[in-house]
């Protein structure tokens, strides 16, 4: 496969990754501006069920692609700097996306479903979602950046 074929291929799931993450926090904070249960635990179902059908299968694009690509122009890894610090920034962002976000999704979904609209369970929701958006844009930011190097190739040390 040319690397152009390639490099399209991986600025697509780039596209599909970044574009799902954005319009997640988008609707989660939609619903929670609602203030309704019913509608939050709505929105994080299809926020969970658009992870599992965009955001993995973005994160498979943008590895499988960008690791074959980088063989094909004979780019190293882990010594050229524009390829190194974003592989460095998407595994940060896997990372808290993993041990924070879909946890804190689910935990979200499940007290949403589960409770009435008192004082006490939106206090308690409210801090899981403050959580949530902290998390969230922690693995928003980190692949935003990744992106910025990987467009403008700023001469940075690899290892």
Known sequence: MSYLILKMLHVASVVIFLGNITTGLFWANHAHKSREFKLIASTFDGIIRSDRRFTTPGVLGILITGLVAAAVAGLPLLSTGWIFWPIVLFSISGLVFAVWVAPLQR???????????????WQRYMELYKRWELWGLVALITPVAAMVIMVLKPALPGL
Do not use: C, F, M, V
């Open 107 to 121: 935990k979200i979904l499940q007290l949403a479903r589960s409770t009435d609209s008192t004082e006490a369970a």
